[in-house]
């Protein structure tokens, strides 16, 4: 449970399950030799009461009506494909993931006018199902080096997927990442566009939590972990958000 102020939030922790047509491989064998398919289910559920002076809205054709409670259930699939790469200099994979959700709460009155974990229309009704490409991107890899051009999901201290509904969000751009120095990991990006936690499409880029009205044309960064023989941690990272922060 969840509380803060005037607000409360009860949610029910994400139960997965993955299957996997790939073994594990010591040293990469080849495009299809490496390929896996992993299938991920999810239910999220969400009870949130307002206090005080928290309501959430329904509109309805008498009005807006308010209510203290709104609830969010939802079963989430998630179809990860990832293949290996192919022979050469310079390597070539792809990474390819399904992403879909089903309602399985429908009620007006429960969805309460929808919210970031329930997609509901512009006169409440619940959205009963959506479906997207969460990830469809190219893999270049020269030595330890990869270069990822299209709709991915990335890990770093300026800009980071969440995976916290659902299902997880992306993003459009490229991405490098290299491992050619021993204890030395580099990352470097650019993104313009996001595809939410929530709903299918892309949108502009926001930040996770502030308001939807600020958005920016890209986000762009590079920076470097690095571990030293003896364990010990650095990183420094530089980015801009457009119109946002540097």
Same mark, same amino acid.
């Given at each position: ?7 409360? &939030? ?5 139960? +997965?399950? +993955? ?38 809205? &329904? ?13 969010? /259930? &939802? ?16 390597? !070539?994979?792809? #990474? ?14 429960? +969805? ?5 974990? !329930? ?9 009963? #199902? ?6 469809? +991107? ?8 990869? !270069? ?14 969440? #995976? ?40 502009? !880029? ?25 364990? /010990? ?14």
């Amino acid at each position: 449970m969840y509380r803060n102020g005037n607000f409360a &939030l009860f949610t029910l922790g994400s139960l +997965a399950a +993955a299957i996997s047509t790939s073994q594990v491989h010591a040293q990469e064998q080849g495009f299809v030799q490496d390929r896996s398919l992993t299938l991920n289910t999810r239910q999220w559920y969400s009870h949130e009461i307002g206090h005080k002076a928290t309501y959430f809205k &329904l509109q309805t054709p008498d009005g807006v009506r308010q209510l203290r409670d709104r609830t969010a /259930w &939802l079963a989430g699939f998630k179809l990860d494909f990832v293949s290996g790469f192919t022979d050469g200099p310079v390597k !070539l994979g792809l #990474d390819l993931s399904t992403f879909s959700a089903v309602a399985l709460e429908r009620s007006r009155i429960a +969805a309460a006018g929808g919210s970031n974990r !329930l997609l509901v229309n512009p006169d409440g009704d619940v959205v009963d #199902d959506w479906s997207k490409l969460g990830i469809a +991107a190219l893999k270049f890899k020269v030595a330890d080096t990869l !270069l990822k051009v299209g709709r991915q999901q990335v890990r770093t201290p300026m800009m980071s997927y969440t #995976d916290t509904r659902t299902l997880p969000s992306s993003f459009n751009g490229v991405s490098l990442e290299s491992h050619d120095i021993e204890g030395l990991t580099i990352k470097s990006g650019y993104f313009d566009k996001g595809s939410p936690r929530t709903g299918a499409g892309s949108q502009d !880029l926001t930040p996770t939590y502030g308001s939807p009205l600020v958005t920016s044309d890209f986000n762009a960064y590079a920076g470097a972990d690095y571990v030293s023989s003896a364990g /010990w941690r650095s990183s420094a990272y530089v980015s801009r958000f457009d119109d946002i922060w540097d």
